[in-house]
């Protein structure tokens, strides 16, 4: 098989169980004479599709009856838009400025509100969470925004923010579905998919059904309001219908391994092969405070910008794909999201420390 370990960021890897499985269903999808990509959203078989989508992806979360799941497009960035537009009833929101996402988030919001930056990281390159038990919360917020993994520095929201009574509205694109949440925490858990689910385009917003209003800013256009989609179960318009098909199968493999606690495990075993190498390397370092790491995104350098292209060029060439990390950061990240088999990261730490060897300097 021709497959490499591919670290990119996103999109990313997927299970190579659900590739097959698309592949075999590609032509004929179980006995309809089509694939489902040429399939009406309206057919029963496509209902069944994104109604047992939904219904394995509540069970994974846990996710209360007082919440809707919603299945749009235009990806994360335009839910930076969709939230203020739908939330911001006295055009007021508080954000956390934890990285480029959660910057962008902010700079969206500007648009519609106050959007007021009321905590931010970006004094040590986004390197660490800052404090957030007790922050200056707007008397008047519509919501506390975070972005809960930060997919280009790496570092995660251990511990959510004390909003002071606030709706939380979280960006977990890139820790979606990698460890269990507590759903009821949230006014609004969205992610892209093409981290840890399945193919870009689609976002998944999770949103609790009192929040979710005929009343959004003016000018908002009827294909933005969580109102439209929610009553009609995302079907409002052709949904993303074949990445909705592929997310669901993602949600049927990680049921299958166990749920989230059993991929948190996993994904804990994985990323500590690599943090402990990073700890004990001389020539290698991750770049995020150790108490806010991420699981899914590790960046590292050596210190020298030379090495760092040296080592990414030569890592590709053994097999391992799209190490060079994100242009604002410099030197490597490894991305090892749910779908990263534990061999990925072993071969890659092994490849590290002959690299370490071969380019040790006295
Ligand atoms: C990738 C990413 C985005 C942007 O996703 P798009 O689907 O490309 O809009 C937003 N937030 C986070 C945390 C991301 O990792």
């Known amino acids: 098989m021709g497959r490499i370990y591919n670290f990119s960021a996103g999109p990313a890897m997927l299970p190579v169980e659900v590739l097959q499985e698309a592949a075999d269903e590609m032509l004929d999808y179980r006995g309809t004479g089509m694939s489902v990509m040429e399939m009406s959203h309206r057919s029963k078989a496509y209902e069944a599709i994104i109604q047992e989508a939904e219904k394995d992806l509540r069970e994974l979360m846990n996710i209360p009856n007082n919440y809707k799941v919603l299945f749009l ?18 055009k007021v929101a508080d954000h956390i400025i934890t990285g480029q996402w959660a910057k962008k988030a902010y700079q969206e919001a500007k648009i519609y509100g106050q959007a007021n930056a009321i905590a931010s990281s970006a004094d040590k390159t986004f390197s660490y969470i800052p404090d957030c038990s007790d922050l200056p919360i707007s008397e008047n917020a519509d919501y506390v925004y975070i972005c809960e993994n930060n997919t280009i520095y790496g570092t995660k929201f251990k511990k959510l923010p004390n909003t002071k009574g606030k709706i939380l509205v979280s960006d977990v694109s890139s820790c979606f579905l990698s460890e269990p949440v507590d759903v009821t925490k949230y006014g609004v858990i969205y992610g892209g998919v093409q981290k840890n689910i399945g ?3 689609v976002v998944i917003v999770i949103i609790r059904e009192d929040l979710i209003t005929e009343e959004t800013l003016p000018g908002t256009p009827t294909m933005m309001k969580y109102k439209i989609h929610a009553d009609e179960n995302s079907l409002y318009n052709t949904p993303p ?10 949600f049927q493999w990680i049921k299958k391994l166990g749920g989230l606690e059993a991929m948190k495990a996993h994904n804990e075993k994985k990323a500590a092969i690599l943090y402990d ?7 290698f370092r991750g770049t995020v405070v150790k108490e806010d ?15 760092d292209s040296k080592f990414v060029k030569e890592a590709k060439a053994a097999g391992f794909e799209n190490l060079k990390g994100h242009r604002s950061v410099g030197g490597m990240r490894a991305s090892i999201y749910n779908a990263m088999p534990i061999e990925g990261v072993e071969k890659l730490v092994e490849f590290m420390k002959k690299f370490e060897a071969e380019n040790v300097r006295e």
């Not at 995104?297 to 090495?307: C, R």
């Open 241 to 250: 219908a074949y990445g909705i098909y592929i997310c669901g199968k993602v």
């Open 293 to 307: 790491r991420s699981l899914m995104n590790v960046p590292f350098v050596t210190g020298e910008e030379e090495l």
């Open 73 to 90: 497009q235009g990806g994360a960035s335009l839910q930076f838009a969709m939230i203020p537009m739908n939330l911001m009833k006295n």
């Open 277 to 283: 190498f990073l700890d004990q390397s001389k020539m």
């Open 199 to 201: 193919p870009a385009g």
